[in-house]
């Protein structure tokens, strides 16, 4: 891993906004440390970091704080333009259009399905579901735009949109088993669960990814937790 900056990651280890600081380092080659934070007992260094937000991801880079996980993908790619591989097109207007696909990510897919498993009512859950549906078929649409026959949205190499949408990929795979669902579906979006092989097999993508199966008892435990909420606002 190429360094010699000092660079710290503040995070915690079943957000996919970390995770995608996480790619974002490893693809570029970069050498970090990694602080695990207690979301419950969070450090002063957090707190005055991210005064704002007060929330992780966080990279210190020689002490100055980045916070949101969009700005310091574009930081690190700015910041050791020379190291690695580019994650922002050189072209303005294609990487006008890769900060577009990465913003519909983030307003729209997660939107959707953050209504689709936390909604309070089944009507809420219900159409949380047709618009996280939705959401997904429009950016598969969008891969064969960007990637116009090549592996990924940044053509022959992971790109910003990779990383963005990369990062939720260990929550994907565990609401398969959570929910039911398979929003990556070979049959109706094969363009997109081709991808998503692709991507996490890339040797700088693997060894970062989350297990699973500790995602899975993750989720358990905030889906008990919501129900307990719900039975004592009932009361």
């Known amino acids: 891993m190429a360094g010699g ?25 970069l050498s970090y440390e990694y602080v695990e934070e207690d ?25 100055k704080p980045v916070c949101e996980s969009s700005v310091i993908l574009q930081y690190i790619d700015e910041a050791f333009a020379g190291t690695g591989a580019s994650l922002l ?7 006008a259009i890769a900060r577009f696909w990465a913003a519909y ?26 618009q996280s549906l939705a959401a997904v078929e429009t950016l598969e649409g969008a891969l064969r735009d960007c990637a116009k026959g090549k592996p990924f949205f940044g053509g022959d190499s ?14 994907v795979r565990a609401n398969e088993e959570l929910q039911g669902t398979k929003p990556f579906d070979p049959e109706r979006t094969p363009l997109l669960a081709a991808w998503a092989e692709r991507f996490w097999s890339l040797e700088a993508v693997e060894p970062v990814m989350p297990h699973v199966s500790r995602l899975v008892e993750f989720g358990k435990m905030l889906e008990a937790r ?6 004592g606002d009932g009361n």
């Open 39 to 63: 979301l419950g007992n969070k450090s002063e260094v957090l707190l005055s970091s991210n005064p704002v937000h007060k929330s992780v991801p966080v990279l210190l880079h020689n002490g």
């Open 226 to 231: 919501q129900a307990a909420a719900a039975a």
């Open 89 to 95: 097109p050189a072209d303005p207007y294609e990487r």
């Open 5 to 29: 900056d000092d660079l710290k990651l503040l995070g915690m280890w079943a957000s996919p906004f970390v995770l995608r600081v996480k790619l974002a380092l490893s693809l570029k080659g």
């Open 158 to 171: 992971a790109g910003f949109v990779d990383v963005v949408l990369g990062g939720l990929l260990g929550w």
């Open 105 to 130: 990510i983030d307003n729209q897919m997660i939107a959707a399905s953050t209504k689709a498993s936390r909604g309070k009512t089944e009507e809420e859950r219900a159409e949380g579901k047709k």
